[in-house]
């Protein structure tokens, strides 16, 4: 016997009956067979036979008298022109339906542990309510999965509710104002830890928010007054001539275009040279803490950006200054300085100002993919306690755009995240300063 596409079994005919002479497909027609795969689908109800493709005639195949050509497996598949075959549509209709049964899987909780193979019962019984550590739904229960309304609102939806609260265009007074001017000194020996960058969006802040701010530049670098867009070039009236001329603070002082409650004194390069000069002045530390108290205005917060160094000007700025502000880079270097900076503070409370303290300490440059920025945080919140702000300034490059335009990054981008750190950093000042009211000499 040989394999052509057909078994020459002489007991069986094309049609699947015991017959002496024909061939036998691999296709044969048992009952309930789907149809020839090559020519006509039939249907196994007794609807005919449906041709799904036309197979021509060709060389090395047979047709029989009725028209019916017979394909490569030598089966009756494609009715010729005239019509389906009487003989195949009589044998569909004859032959019964088949059941189709389809195998049962098993539930989880029928055979939690049954061996590959074996026999699994179909119609065991679902387990009673609490088995298997099941309960039953409460319909007052709410997953902790399920999102917020805030979470389920789109990212850009909450960028601009952010970028409202944060710009609060009604102008009311949403921060809550001190009852004495609160003058603050951010300082720290360490250059490159966001002074400046602390300082002015603070300030931005809780001006924007019904606060009237002053910001003093006593940096000679002149960043602060770069970032409120200040002009501080040459021959521009700045804090040296407050210094070293007794100019009046109000005759230096500009006010800050677009936000109506915030004014600057800004530094221009002269201000190098003030160290030198004060050195020969009398009274040459409290320089500019009377030029403060002189200032005829009455300011809810006066900021003083002071350079990072612990020279004369960082001296005058820790007299003229009730409270220190101390930002902290959440690195190594930034803990190694801490307590020099601590020490000064303390030398100027002891023998200047005796009213200084360090009110206040703020995490900047965080970045939570590292463990040392959560290991500084620890140490530093150890070390201080509650005198640490819970806000903390992530690394954020809108942060750092923000300068190049003149602008802080709470008007720069007010929805980004460094926005909203620096925003709940100042509302924690402010709410702080409420519980906490700070006297000044008026």
């Known amino acids: 016997m040989h394999d052509d596409g057909r078994y020459d079994d002489p007991r069986v005919n ?17 009952p309930g067979w789907p149809g020839d795969a090559y020519g006509v689908a039939a249907h196994p ?10 197979v021509p005639a060709a060389a090395g195949t047979r047709a029989e008298p009725s028209g019916t050509v017979y394909g490569r497996a030598g089966h009756p598949g494609v009715p010729a022109a005239g019509g389906p075959d009487p003989r195949l549509s009589a044998h569909f209709e004859s032959a019964p339906r088949p059941a189709v049964v389809l195998p049962q899987q098993p539930a989880p909780h029928v055979v939690p542990d049954a061996a590959p193979g074996a026999a699994v019962p179909v119609d065991t019984p679902a387990p009673p309510a609490g088995a298997y550590g099941t309960e ?18 789109p990212p850009l939806a909450m960028e601009a509710m ?7 265009p009604s102008g009311e007074v949403t921060m809550p104002r001190p009852e004495r001017t609160r003058v603050m000194c951010v300082a720290n020996q360490k250059g490159g830890v966001g002074k400046t960058t602390t300082t002015v969006n603070l300030a931005v802040a809780l001006a924007l928010h019904g606060n009237r701010v002053l910001v003093v530049d006593l940096d000679p670098q002149g960043n602060a007054s770069t970032g409120l867009n200040v002009p501080h070039h040459t021959g521009v009236p700045d804090v040296y001539d407050c210094l070293i001329n007794s100019v009046p603070l109000e005759e230096v002082a500009q006010g800050v275009e677009g936000i109506p409650n915030l004014w600057c004194v800004p530094a221009t390069i002269d201000l190098a040279g003030a160290e030198i000069e004060l050195v020969s002045v009398v009274a040459r530390e409290s320089r500019l803490s009377r030029a403060i108290e002189a200032y005829p205005g009455q300011f809810d917060y006066v900021f003083i950006d002071c350079p990072p160094s612990l020279g004369l000007l960082t001296v005058n700025a820790l007299v003229a200054a009730q409270e220190v502000l101390i930002p902290i880079q959440c690195e190594y270097y930034a803990l190694e300085g801490l307590n020099q900076l601590i020490n000064n503070i303390n030398l100027v409370r002891k023998h200047l100002n005796p009213r200084l303290d360090v009110s206040t300490i703020l995490l900047t440059m965080y970045d939570r993919r590292t463990r040392l920025a959560d290991a500084v945080e620890q140490d530093v919140r150890n070390h201080f306690g509650d005198k640490v702000l819970q806000a903390v300034i992530p690394r954020n490059v809108r942060v750092s755009e923000a300068p190049s335009y003149g602008q802080s990054v709470m008007t720069y981008d007010p929805g980004s995240r460094g926005a909203t750190s620096y925003f709940e950093a100042a509302q924690e000042i402010a709410e702080r300063g409420v519980k906490e009211p700070v006297s000044r000499n008026a």
């Open 14 to 30: 094309g049609r699947g009956e015991r017959s002496a002479t024909g061939p036998v497909s691999r296709e044969t027609d048992e």
């Open 45 to 54: 109800t007794g609807g005919g036979s449906v041709p799904r493709r036309d």
């Open 136 to 153: 039953p739904a409460d319909a007052a229960y709410v997953s902790r999965e399920t999102p917020t309304r805030e979470e389920d609102d």
């Open 162 to 168: 952010r970028a409202v609260q944060i710009l609060n």
